[in-house]
């Protein structure tokens, strides 16, 4: 069923608002909206994508789990297919998932009517820059093999 509703039900429903739409601005004006819409919107879906990815590798450098930064990346990305996507109630909908308000109100609500569970432990500590990594070897003096090893210096 959500099949037939993706594929037929909302294809109708956005020529019928297209045609409805052409009909009171006219033809071009319709088509340069609809693609006005889809740049504007792949702009800011741009933007708000690299400021949630600075969000999210802010919030690991922290040693959080980054649940409220992954939701926005999903939102983000259905915004973009939405607003690629000609029609009007397709671009709808994925301005309002540009809405940082509305996506906070979705992310309320899948929490308190669902039973997803994070389960496990984040264990990333942030880094200490006063720590230096590096590997070492432990060489002994009286190695007979440290001679046959070493490779000859032409001095």
Same mark, same amino acid.
């Given at each position: ?12 429903? !956005? ?17 340069? /909206? ?38 926005? @990346? ?5 915004? @973009?297919?939405? /607003? ?28 308190? &009517? ?9 264990? &990333?500590?942030?880094?200490? %820059? ?6 070492? !070897? ?5 190695? %007979? ?11």
């Amino acid at each position: 069923m959500p099949f037939f509703f993706i594929f037929v039900i909302i294809p109708l429903m !956005e020529l019928f608002v297209f045609a409805a739409v052409g009909e009171h601005i006219g033809l071009f004006t319709t088509l340069l /909206l609809a693609l006005l819409t889809a740049i504007i919107g792949g702009s800011i879906v741009k933007y708000q994508g690299l400021q949630t990815l600075i969000a999210l590798r802010n919030s690991m450098d922290k040693g959080k789990m980054p649940l409220n930064e992954l939701f926005d @990346g999903f939102c983000l990305v259905a915004a @973009g297919a939405l /607003l690629i996507t000609p029609g009007f109630i397709t671009d709808t909908v994925g301005f309002a998932l540009l809405v940082p308000a509305f996506r906070s109100i979705m992310r309320h609500f899948i929490k308190n &009517h669902t039973q997803w569970a994070v389960s496990g432990t984040y264990s &990333h500590r942030p880094q200490d %820059p006063t720590i230096i990594e590096g590997e070492y !070897e432990h060489v002994n003096e009286n190695d %007979p093999r440290k001679d046959q090893d070493e490779t000859p210096r032409l001095d």
